[in-house]
Every structure is written in C-alpha cells, then in structure tokens.
T-cell receptor, first 114, second 112 residues
Framework: DAGVTQSPTHLIKTRGQHVTLRCSPI?????VSWYQQVLGQGPQFIFQ???????GRGNFPDRFSARQFPNYSSELNVNALLLGDSALYLC?????????????FGPGTRLLVL | AQTVTQSQPEMSVQEAETVTLSCTYD???????LFWYKQPPSRQMILVIR??????QNATENRFSVNFQKAAKSFSLKISDSQLGDTAMYFC?????????FGAGTRLTVKP
C-alpha cells in the first residue's frame, strides 16, 4: 500500500510569493494534518482536516490556509511568504480524528524562501 | 497548554548496547496519548511506539519499550540491542484534543 505522498519534494520561492503544497493520504484515511518543521526543531501543528472540514488549527497566522478535497487529499497554502516560512512541511494522515489514532507522516516538502 | 520537553539534544550509544531517551510533558488532562517518532536522515517520520495514558502497562515493540510514569509525567524510550539503523532524530509527542505537540528531539547516533 502506498504511504502518504507529498508534492513537490523541494521548492524555492521569494519573499511575498504564494505557495501551494499538496498531500495525498493513505488509502482509507479521512483525516489530514499539516505540520511545519523548522530546522533543528520538532514539528509544529498547523491544521487538521477531516471530511473536508477544519477540525483543528495551531498558532499560525492567517497567511496559512488549507483545504481538503472529496478524495481526502489536501492542499496547504501560504500567502505573502516570509523568510521565516522556510521549513520542512509535513503532512500526516489518520483514519479519523480521535485522539487515539496514530498519524502516519509523508516525506515532507522542503520550502526555501529567499 | 501542554508542552513536551526532551532534555537530551544529542546522545550516542555503541552498537548492541542499550540507550534511554527521556521525555517529560505537562498536561492537566487525564486521558491522552503519547508517541515516540523516529526521523532518519532521509527525513520521513516513522512511528516507533505509542502509549495510552489510561494503561498502566508500559508499551513494548520488539527492541523498543517505554517507561511511562503518569504521576511524574515522564515518558522515556528504551532502545535495546542498538543497531546502526537506529541512528536518527527521535521525537516525543503528546496528543490531546486533535492537537499533537512534539518535543525538540534527541539526535541519536549509534556507533559501530
């Protein structure tokens, strides 16, 4: 079975631009979560989506938005990029949203903002 | 808000020996879940082991086991018979109300 996939693997943008990152969950998983991992730190929670609805949001500015599609894939959008947005963006999928469910991570998208 | 603390930024161990990675957390809740994730240099995060807070028995997965001390809010990971492939960043994580919090990680190096 295919795991969580993310695209692109690497991305270079300049300040002020917009970026869209994509994630496909494991087949059968209905929940997708997004994390930002700055170099040398642990991942920080950005969003969780389940059945196309936002179920959780971390402490990130409104420049960050996401959506989930009927096939449960998801996009993370970041507007007006800042240098500090440079990070590894991880997507994780799970069957549902209950606390007991394990999240499975994708390989990440490495974003560099110049 | 819950926080997760990993006090050991880096550790090393000889191949075949045992190493313990520490993690403490802070929460006022009684029902929650704890996880250890491994992130090898290739960067994909892999679940190592998980523990339900309502279970007193410590979780075990082959060479990996945890020492869960609920009252002390401590959740350490023991790796027995360390292998070169265990070299990675290890993250302790805490999940409560759909919010997963991670520690800063411990970089483990297994030496031949």
């Amino acid at each position: 079975d295919a795991g969580v996939t993310q695209s692109p693997t690497h991305l270079i943008k300049t300040r002020g631009q917009h970026v869209t990152l994509r994630c496909s969950p494991i087949s059968g998983h209905k929940s997708v979560s997004w994390y930002q991992q700055v170099l040398g730190q642990g991942p920080q929670f950005i969003f969780q989506y389940y059945e196309k609805e936002e179920r959780g949001r971390g402490n990130f500015p409104d420049r960050f938005s996401a959506r989930q599609f009927p096939n449960y894939s998801s996009e993370l959008n970041v507007n007006a990029l800042l240098l500090g947005d440079s990070a590894l963006y991880l997507c994780a999928s799970s069957l549902g949203t209950t606390t007991q469910e394990t999240q499975y991570f994708g390989p990440g998208t490495r974003l560099l903002v110049l | 808000a819950q926080t997760v603390t990993q006090s050991q930024p880096e550790m090393s161990v000889q191949e075949a020996e045992t190493v313990t990675l520490s993690c403490t957390y802070d929460t006022s809740e009684n029902n929650y879940y704890l996880f250890w994730y491994k992130q090898p240099p290739s960067r994909q995060m892999i679940l190592v082991i998980r523990q339900e807070a309502y279970k007193q028995q410590n979780a075990t997965e082959n060479r990996f086991s945890v020492n869960f001390q609920k009252a002390a809010k401590s959740f350490s990971l023991k790796i027995s018979d360390s292998q070169l492939g265990d070299t990675a960043m290890y993250f302790c994580a805490f999940m409560e109300n759909n919010d997963m919090r991670f520690g800063a990680g411990t970089r483990l190096t297994v030496k031949p």
